[in-house]
């Protein structure tokens, strides 16, 4: 059973920093592809930053300069680096990723959530 496992999230001052990862653990051959995605209390879930498997990113305008994703293929590992932190940056954060499974075929999950919390 492969499952995406996230850490890193936390309480922080604004203007602090924050590391989020994703590791997928089980049996797989790689990680392809992963997001990052935020849902603050009320609101929809919002994407926040993506990357291919080219590793090309993609960042809402929220976030672009603050924010850089990036992944490990050793480690089968995706990372959510987040810089000066706002108070509005607070929210659940999923990451989920396209990963290739010992079965050879392609799938995607979802990690169980990690809270983020901006506040002085």
Not at 65 to 90: C, H, Y
Not at 110 to 119: K, R, Y
């Amino acid at each position: 059973q492969v499952q995406l496992v996230e850490s890193g999230g936390g309480l922080v001052q604004p203007g602090g920093s924050l590391r989020l990862s994703c590791a997928a653990t089980g049996s797989i051959f790689s990680i392809n592809a992963g997001a990052w995605y935020r849902q603050a209390p009320g609101n929809q879930r919002d994407l926040v930053a993506t990357i291919t498997s080219l590793d090309i990113t993609n960042y809402a305008d929220s976030v672009k300069g603050r924010f850089t994703i990036s992944r490990d293929t050793a480690k089968n590992t995706v990372f959510l680096q987040m810089n000066n932190l706002k108070p509005e940056d607070t929210a659940v954060y999923y990451c989920t990723a396209d990963y290739l499974g010992k079965d050879w075929r392609t799938h995607q999950g979802w990690g169980q959530g990690t809270q983020v919390t901006v506040s002085s």
